[in-house]
T-cell receptor, first 115, second 115 residues
């Protein structure tokens, strides 16, 4: 049982490049989310999903796309990287009971630098 | 809009003393809160949660208190140890259409342990 796995752990991109941050969980959790963490800003929600085939925008969705074709995977795509997207990205998943979410299990993060 | 915030960005505590980390929330309908611990270079880890039908919940060396009257919760750590050095976040799920869909985090409090 690996929990939430994020890849890569580190990435450097040039401005304008695209890439996909991978996130996979093996706990059969319905809920999955992507957060970014900048110094002094806490965790800000980018996109989230309450189940396969369902995604929605969080607080800071611009510049990012997501899809949820399976329960296990929730990739985050940067279409055209910008220096403002330099951050640490965390993926998280959670189970729910009767439509109420319980806690979150986080991945170890992807540190992205855009130059 | 609704938000979860923390009173202090940094808290310094003598090793062996008790630590109290505070959190305020604005939505009187909020009924579930979660505390996370994030050590340097790692993803947030679930510590303890509490539902609004409780005023207090205890874990191992940690206690969460919920005061619904003033919309305030606190995390108390007993006999603080060097391993408690971390950033602590409170968080709450937000709901739409009678279903939790996302978890929003406060900015965090950094706990420093003094020798």
């Amino acid at each position: 049982n690996a929990g939430v796995t994020q890849t890569p752990k580190f990435q450097v991109l040039k401005t304008g490049q695209s890439m996909t941050l991978q996130c996979a969980q093996d706990m059969n959790h319905e809920y999955m989310s992507w957060y970014r963490q900048d110094p002094g800003m806490g965790l800000r929600l980018i996109h989230y999903s309450v189940g396969a085939g369902i995604t929605d925008q969080g607080e800071v969705p611009n510049g990012y796309n997501v899809s949820r074709s399976t329960t296990e995977d929730f990739p985050l795509r940067l279409l055209s990287a910008a220096p403002s997207q330099t951050s640490v990205y965390f993926c998280a998943s959670s189970y729910s009971i009767k439509n109420r979410v319980y806690g979150y299990t986080f991945g170890s993060g992807t540190r992205l630098t855009v130059v | 809009g609704e938000s979860v915030g923390l009173h202090l960005p940094t808290l310094s505590v003598q090793e062996g003393d008790n630590s109290i980390i505070n959190c305020a929330y604005s939505n009187s309908a909020s009924d579930y809160f979660i505390w996370y611990k994030q050590e340097s270079g790692k993803g947030p880890q679930f510590i303890i949660d509490i539902r609004s039908n409780m005023d207090k919940r205890q874990g191992q060396r940690v206690t969460v208190l919920l005061n619904k009257t003033v919309k305030h919760l606190s995390l108390q750590i007993a006999a603080t140890q060097p391993g408690d050095s971390a950033v602590y976040f409170c968080a709450e799920p937000q709901s739409s259409m009678n279903r939790d869909d996302k978890i929003i985090f406060g900015k965090g409090t950094r706990l420093h342990i003094l020798p």
